[in-house]
């Protein structure tokens, strides 16, 4: 495993609450990325991150904002959830170095419902 | 916009045949990545080929690449059971990681 974890790993939510899923790695890796994937869509990126307060938007970023104040936490927070939102969230790292620099390690997902 | 399209969207074999599945995308790239999904679970990567490559083996695994007709082809020999899962051609446009995935192609391997 790539030390990655993502908390909570399942949420149902309502409409117009706030939610906020946090990825963690044990890597000191410095880019971190968040997907969300929906059947036959693929994964799609949200935001990403190449360092402590160094964020941007993907490719579906409205709706969505992200927050890195330390090189092991990337957190994903949906401001007012709604349930087009629903999906499962996958956080993904990747190092900035080495042999393996281009390869994106995904954490094990969190299942989000909006009712 | 989705930049890969897999196909097919879903393959049956069984234990001992090879499988072969395609990707093609629309825009230049730096690099293509094949991913594996078991059901339930993250995404694992498999194989990363540049765009200056055109065939690369990992184990019962091979990737070619045609960046002229914007299409990679994934094989997978001799497959097993444990083959069983979806899988996903990802495009890195430039070398900072946003990946761009296709749907996927679903393959089931039956003993």
């Known amino acids: 495993d790539a030390g990655i974890t993502q908390s909570p790993r399942h949420k149902v939510t309502e409409t117009g609450t706030p939610v906020t899923l946090r990825c963690h790695q044990t890597?000191?890796?410095?880019?971190m990325y968040w997907y969300r994937q929906d059947p036959g869509h693929g994964l799609r990126l949200i935001h990403y991150?190449?360092?402590?307060?160094?964020?941007d938007k993907g490719e579906v970023s409205d709706g969505y904002s992200v927050s890195r104040s330390k090189t092991e936490d990337f957190l994903l927070t949906l401001e007012s959830a709604t349930s087009s939102q629903t999906s499962v969230y996958f956080c993904?790292?990747?190092?900035?170095?080495?042999?393996?620099?281009?390869?994106?390690?995904f954490g094990p997902g969190t299942r989000l419902l909006v009712l | 916009s989705q930049q890969g399209e897999e196909d097919p969207q879903a393959l049956s074999i069984q234990e001992g045949e090879n499988a072969t599945m395609n990707c093609s995308y629309k825009?230049?790239?730096?690099?293509l990545q094949w991913y594996r999904q078991n059901s339930g679970r993250g995404l694992v990567h498999l194989i990363l080929?540049?765009?200056?490559?055109r065939e690369k083996h990992s184990g019962r695994l091979r990737v070619t690449l045609d960046t002229s007709k914007k299409s990679s082809s994934l094989l997978i020999t001799a497959s097993r059971a444990a083959d069983t899962a979806s899988y996903f051609c990802?495009?890195?446009?430039?070398?900072?990681?946003?990946?761009?995935f296709g749907a996927g192609t679903q393959v089931v391997v039956t003993p």
């Open positions: 825009t230049s790239i730096n690099n």
């Open positions: 990802a495009t890195e446009p430039d070398s900072w990681g946003k990946l761009q």
């Open positions: 890597e000191n890796h410095r880019y």
């Open positions: 991150s190449y360092g402590v307060k160094d964020t």
């Open positions: 993904a790292i990747r190092p900035h170095e080495g042999l393996h620099q281009e390869t994106q390690y």
């Open positions: 080929i540049r765009s200056n490559e």
